[in-house]
């Protein structure tokens, strides 16, 4: 079937084309898109070198199955998830579904061990662009009006939700709130420094709200972002300075705040080199520092730093379990405690994608969305 997709050249640019999508076979699932969020990485992607549908945030609704789908039919909606697990290999039986060691989270580009360059393990037949198969980011490529994905890529959901909060469920809203409960396993009562207040700051935040924690200190350089954060959970917030090198000067507000030789938990979301080791020095003695947003370059630390008993941690996608989780924050939501329509800032049209992207950018959005038939 003939589908619209935000196709990026790698070289910076993107284009809304027509493609086709193939029919569902096997394993497979045809999701019409009706909404995706816009995240980071999608802007990322647009520099990976190669052409690739854009997208790894959605919701949807099933238009068909392969022979082999039991967990979906048509009419079902869904959320899509990018890590997709085999659910057989040792870390998927360690409900480490999220690296799943047959599916690596290993990003399209990646050098390989072999002197290879990863193709994101996509299957690229299933999509044509020109009469030739081209990558979905993540293997679902969301920025579509349609998609054809394994099974283990959507979840099934039956909550009365907007497609626009259901859509940013699975990256940004799964990897803060995933962070703060299902690793760091923030606990009634504890305090919290969370530095960057970005779309997944902002559910680090809820995740530690939800779990009890008596202080959470948001810290950022845009004020707007600080209130922000306080809509959703924040308790106390530092405006940091530009200049504070390594946030030193942060630091000590926090260790005043929270008392205690600094907090129990602190995490770091804005993927800034110079900032890897600044959740350490926030933690007290035995402390859990968390760097959620990947840091993916060499940084110096002063082992000091880990002095004493200290623990840090970067996990991924929140230790997402898809079928486990995305039901717990549907639930949430329903129950009032997880804010999502609150997160979503803007909707945008399909057409207006660069606008979103600048705004993104531009740091206004806690989240910024696509609907497709807005
Ligand atoms: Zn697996
Ligand atoms: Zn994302």
Redesign the pocket.
Known sequence: MIAKAAITDGKGTFSLQDIEVSMPEGDEVLVKIQAAGLCHTDHDSLHWGRPVILGHEGAGVVEAVGELVKSVKPGDKVILNWAI?????F??QEQNQHI????SPVVAGDALPDGEVSTGHAALERSQYNGKGIERSFNIGTLSTHTVVKEQAVVKYTTAIPYSSASIIGCGVMTGYGSAVNTAKVTPGATVAVIGNGGVGLNVIQGARISGAAKIVAIDTNPTRLEMAKQFGATHTILADKNDKGLKKATEQVKELVGNGGADFAFECTAIPALGAAPLGMVRNAGTAVQVSGIEEEVLIDMQLFEWDKIYINPLYGKCRPQIDFPILLNLYEKGDLLLDEMVTTIYKFENLEQAFADMLAGKNAKGVIVFDA
């Open positions: 697990p085999c659910g057989t290999c870390q998927c799943c060691e047959n599916n």
